[in-house]
């Protein structure tokens, strides 16, 4: 296994490595996985890949990666010890590391999974969005620009758009646990240590502090108000018109 600190020092090495990775890919088109331009991939010898997935051009699976039947790993993508089990759609440009996607999970394009997370069963992490030790159940959706960090998400739960679990207090991390089923709006902070009970909804530019019950509304943010001609008349008063 290549790493950042094991890499090959000399060309020997480097010319070895990359005889080995030629010989796994081989191998591996042998056995039945599709590689579309092998040439341009770089595999590990140590990775294993079940007959009748497919690997796109330029994709890195470094390790002990494992790629389950029917999976597709989609140009640019670099993933390093993890195991993508049946039926997983890596799409373009996606970093993943030290992690498990479960059957029919969907992440990308330019999602980063760092190292502890389980991405569950048809859940799906959108573009943008980084998780770290997350738990993501059955069919969780959490579609763009999200930081999912020191998370359990409860299955068939919607993240909006840019929510972030403020995990680190400065000095230590700390928890957030969301339960099943639940709404999370758009642009929603939650300072963990928090939970978020299930079937409960957090509207959208909420910062949550506090635990919120099963099946309830919070919503944390000031109050809108409108003062009408407010812009037509600070506009007369430096003679803009």
């Known amino acids: 296994m290549t790493t950042a600190k094991n890499l090959p020092s000399t060309v020997s090495e480097l010319n070895q490595l990359e005889q080995q990775r030629r010989a796994a890919a081989e191998r591996l088109l042998a056995a039945g996985v599709l590689i579309q331009r092998p040439e341009t991939c770089i595999i590990d010898p140590e990775v294993e890949i079940a007959a009748g997935a497919l690997i796109e051009p330029y994709v890195q699976l470094l390790g002990h990666t494992r790629v389950g039947p029917g999976s597709r790993i989609r140009s640019f993508t670099v ?8 039926g997983v759609l890596v799409r373009q440009s996606c970093v993943l590391e030290d992690s498990v996607l479960a059957n029919g999970a969907q ?3 330019f999602a980063r999974i760092r190292p502890g997370s389980e991405i569950g069963e048809n859940a799906h992490v959108g573009n943008f969005v980084e998780t770290k030790k997350a738990r993501l159940g059955k069919s969780v959706k959490a579609g763009h620009l999200t930081y999912l960090g020191d998370v359990e998400i409860g299955e068939g739960t919607n993240i909006g758009a840019g929510t972030i679990t403020c995990n680190y207090d400065g000095v230590h991390k700390h928890k957030t646990l969301i339960g099943k089923d639940a709404f999370i709006g758009s ?3 939650l300072v963990a240590p928090v939970t978020v009970g299930d079937g409960a909804y957090i509207g959208a530019g909420s910062c949550i ?4 019950a099963p099946g309830a509304l919070a919503v944390a943010r000031s109050r809108q108000f409108v003062k009408e001609g407010w812009a037509e008349a600070r506009r007369a008063s430096r003679g803009i018109k």
């Open 79 to 86: 993933i390093e010890n993890c195991t993508l089990e049946a």
């Open 107 to 109: 992440v990308g394009p």
């Open 187 to 189: 642009d929603s902070t």
């Open 209 to 212: 502090t506090k635990d919120v």
